[in-house]
């Protein structure tokens, strides 16, 4: 069976490469900055003293020229054919198809951006191997491409000839391209000068801060900062080393001066090899340290098709574990030297840091007591809360809402443990402070340390308490009456967690289809004899109190019922249809009561 080839439409390619790989069409020219960089790394691999450099010249203009060279190994006629003509081949590509550890390329495919902003690439070359001939190539977006001797002369290295299509005009120009330079390959050891009416002026004359000598920590902390402030816009808390011997992984890490969320997008400006891969790395750092903005250079991680971030592989997973030990080391080094700046920290990046004493025992041990929980009683630190003898916690922030005001009113410190890791925290106080008494509670806990009513007030009330459970026993819920806090709260409902599941099941059930409502039903047959729902009426509320004199069976059965419905709004419970309907009957029933009271 015959074969063949695929064919390539390189249109088509450019149009992936310009909508869909690539995130900017700046791209290009850190296509240039590596190419031109790898060429001297090979140029040095046959003489050791080669001084590499880069130039970018602009030729202004309608369609302003971009003239990009540098004084690498350059290219013979086959490597040509090779390596600018065939899509995928790369130069930097060993036979086992890994990538040598001192070149930034690796795809082959980087020359091809150039065609995002230019209809035409011209390169010349000549080879440093062979001292040959300059070379002429000229590669068109249509597919084709010619070679040819030009006769001319200059030193061994490439040029690259850009010419720019009308509307890329304004990637060319003099400020767009000393910026985007800068910031690609403002850490790059080899001189990238940019020439200008024959004036030329070096682009990346600072070096990274953290490879530079200061006089003084109090310099060094100000050069870091600087630096960090430069890179992000942002006047940083503070700043920690970075150091990784998996993928040969070093910079800083700058403490952000506020709170940001859990599922913030990571920003942090990562080198390869000392050109900038990407500024939107979010697999580089554990997902706990979202309270950090990093600039880091990598040596020997592996970069995706675009070059835009890092090969999920073993290599990055252990540089992710040992740039999150840095952080750890940090924070517990703080703990040790200045707990008033480590508890000032944690009140700003809390998350961040419970999510990592979520994961990390030891961690905990060292700042547990400085965490900060919201509670009945105001935001404490787990210090203050533990300090109390017993830890009480509501699992979910509903529950905790429910029974917030009347536990305040009592006196009782419950803690809200329903933010992300605070019920996983508070559960393993217990390991670290075994003289502590952790347990969750709900409504219904609560509710046992009411106050009873006297012999004489219950049957008073006792008539009350019979139309009341008369009016709720179609929604599953008994009643009791008893004094509690505060005052302005006339009634608390409570349902255990079979209950809560029961009402879910019910409430699906209405808005499923004969299918999944047998099922349903299945369901709420086995759980419905383990339900529990109780609405205490609290006897210190003067509407309550009223009530248990009321004789009108109808208004009473009114007054319960919208009590109940206001009971389960109030502790986030979600209606049933006949609580729904409940609540819809009872405005129209008070608002037909006031007409009639006022005829």
């Not at 970018?56 to 540098?70: H, K, M, R, S």
């Not at 349903?520 to 009223?546: H, I, Q, W």
């Amino acid at each position: 069976m015959p074969s063949h080839n695929f064919q390539i439409n390189l249109r088509g390619i450019i149009d992936l490469l310009s909508n869909h790989l690539y995130s900017t069409p700046h791209t290009f020219l850190r296509e240039l900055l590596q190419n031109g960089v790898d060429a001297i790394t090979a140029r040095l691999q046959l003489d050791a003293k080669h001084e590499g450099e880069v130039s970018i010249e602009l030729v202004p203009g309608a369609q302003p020229t971009l003239i990009f060279e540098d004084n690498g190994i350059g290219l013979t006629e086959p490597e040509i054919h090779k390596f600018l003509a065939t899509i995928g081949e790369s130069s930097k590509r060993l036979a086992n198809n890994d990538q040598p550890s001192d070149f930034i390329g690796r795809f082959g495919i980087g020359l091809l951006s150039c065609f995002v902003v230019a209809d035409e690439i011209v390169v010349l070359t000549r080879s440093a191997r062979d001292k040959g001939k300059v070379l002429e190539w000229k590669g068109r977006d249509d597919g084709t491409y010619t070679i040819r001797e030009t006769g001319s002369e200059f030193a061994p290295g490439t040029r690259v000839f850009l010419r720019a299509r009308p509307d890329a005009a304004e990637h060319f120009s003099l400020e767009n391209v000393r910026e985007r330079v800068m910031h690609y390959g403002g850490l790059l050891p080899v001189p990238v000068h940019l020439v200008q009416g024959g004036a030329r002026k070096r682009l990346n004359d600072q070096p990274a801060p953290w490879r530079s000598k200061h006089a003084s920590r109090k310099a060094e902390d100000k050069a870091m900062l600087e630096f960090g402030q430069a890179a992000f816009g942002l006047r940083f808390h503070d700043w920690i080393p970075l150091k990784s011997k998996a993928g040969g992984v070093e910079g800083v890490a700058f403490v952000l001066p506020h709170a940001t969320s859990l599922a913030a997008r990571q920003q942090h400006r990562v080198y390869l090899r000392n050109m900038l891969l990407t500024e939107t790395a979010d697999n580089l750092l554990p997902p706990w340290a979202f309270f950090v903005r990093c600039v880091v250079n990598a040596t020997d991680l592996r970069p995706t098709a675009s070059r835009e971030n890092f090969y999920e592989d073993k290599s990055l997973e252990k540089a992710r574990n040992e740039l999150g030990g840095c952080l750890r080391d940090y924070i517990i080094e703080l703990a040790e030297s200045d707990k008033d700046a480590l508890r000032r920290l944690i009140g700003i990046h809390q998350r961040s840091f419970k999510a990592l004493a979520a994961e990390d025992d030891d961690f905990f041990k060292v700042i547990a007591d400085l965490l900060p929980f919201e509670t009945t009683q105001g935001l404490l630190s787990l210090g203050e809360i533990r300090a109390q003898g017993e830890i009480r916690y509501a699992p979910t922030v509903d529950q905790f809402r429910q029974i917030a005001g009347v536990a305040a009113a009592q006196g009782l410190c419950v803690v809200n443990g329903g933010y992300v890791n605070d019920t996983d925290l508070l559960e393993r106080v217990a390991d670290i402070y075994p003289d502590v008494t952790v347990e969750a509670v709900d409504a219904s806990d609560v509710a046992q340390g009411f106050e009873e009513l006297t012999s004489t007030e219950r049957d008073k009330a006792f008539a009350f308490l019979r139309a009341a459970d008369d009016a709720l026993r179609a929604y599953g819920c008994r009643t009791e009456l008893r004094r509690f806090q505060p005052t302005e709260m006339p009634a608390l409902y409570s349902v255990s967690r079979d209950g809560e599941f029961q009402r879910d099941l019910e409430r699906t059930r209405e808005g499923a289809d004969s299918l999944w409502g047998g099922i349903l039903d299945n369901l709420s047959s086995k759980s419905a004899g383990a339900t529990s729902a109780e609405l205490t009426f609290n006897f210190s509320n003067p509407m309550v109190a009223r009530l248990t004199g009321l004789r009108d069976e109808k208004r009473l059965k009114l007054a319960v019922e919208m009590l109940y419905v206001q009971a389960l709004l109030l502790g986030h419970h979600p209606l049933r249809s006949k609580e729904l309907n409940a609540l819809n009957r009872g405005l129209l029933e008070l608002v037909e009561l006031g007409l009639e009271g006022g005829k």
